[in-house]
């Protein structure tokens, strides 16, 4: 088994040298070859897209599996975030945060970035600190509220 697995490490590296040849060395079989230009357009700057603001308090507030409820189960966590259960829920739930500000309307950035925060401090081994997290969950639902957002009974 290691005499296949060396042969095919060996016949890879052989291979790759091979594909990384310049057509200008003297050594190589394509030194005739003549040159080609291409021309490339611009490409059209892409617009992310932004949702209404109640999709985005939807995509939040709704369903078993919310946002609002793993901000919830996860912030008891940023306690001990060097523990590796611990770790993994934190950066879940900073994924899960980042994925609803990714398409969120730029009124409710502020407020998802205060939920964000220290759930991305603890990703990055930064200081911790959860004194503006209820503030930010409090004026989000706030702005849920005012666009029209049905909360779930």
Same mark, same amino acid.
């Given at each position: 088994?290691? %005499?296949?697995?060396?042969?095919?490490?060996?016949? !890879? @590296?052989?291979?790759?040298?091979?594909?990384? =040849? !310049?057509?200008?060395?003297?050594? *190589?079989?394509?030194?005739?070859?003549?040159?080609?230009?291409?021309? #490339?357009?611009?490409?059209?700057? +892409?617009? $992310?897209?932004?949702?209404? +603001?109640?999709?985005? @308090?939807?995509?939040?507030? *709704?369903?078993?599996? *919310? #946002?609002?409820?793993? +901000? =919830?189960?996860?912030?008891?966590?940023?306690?001990?975030?060097?523990?590796?259960?611990?770790?993994?829920?934190?950066?879940?739930?900073?994924?899960?945060?980042?994925?609803?500000?990714?398409?969120?309307?730029?009124?409710?950035?502020?407020?998802?970035?205060?939920? %964000?925060? $220290?759930?991305?401090?603890? +990703?990055?081994?930064?200081?911790? !600190? #959860?004194?503006?997290?209820?503030? *930010?969950?409090? =004026?989000?639902?706030?702005?849920?509220?005012?666009?029209?957002?049905?909360?779930?009974?």
């Amino acid at each position: 088994m290691r %005499k296949f697995l060396a042969a095919t490490a060996a016949l !890879s @590296c052989a291979l790759l040298l091979a594909s990384c =040849a !310049s057509p200008t060395d003297p050594a *190589s079989d394509d030194a005739a070859t003549p040159e080609t230009t291409t021309t #490339t357009e611009a490409a059209p700057e +892409v617009t $992310p897209t932004v949702v209404a +603001v109640t999709t985005t @308090c939807n995509t939040f507030y *709704s369903g078993e599996y *919310s #946002t609002e409820r793993l +901000v =919830a189960e996860t912030t008891p966590l940023l306690q001990t975030p060097e523990d590796e259960e611990a770790a993994a829920a934190i950066y879940t739930t900073r994924e899960r945060l980042v994925a609803v500000q990714n398409f969120a309307d730029p009124e409710l950035q502020e407020n998802l970035n205060g939920i %964000k925060a $220290p759930f991305e401090a603890a +990703v990055q081994g930064e200081t911790i !600190s #959860t004194a503006g997290l209820q503030e *930010s969950l409090d =004026a989000f639902r706030a702005q849920c509220e005012e666009a029209g957002y049905a909360f779930a009974s």
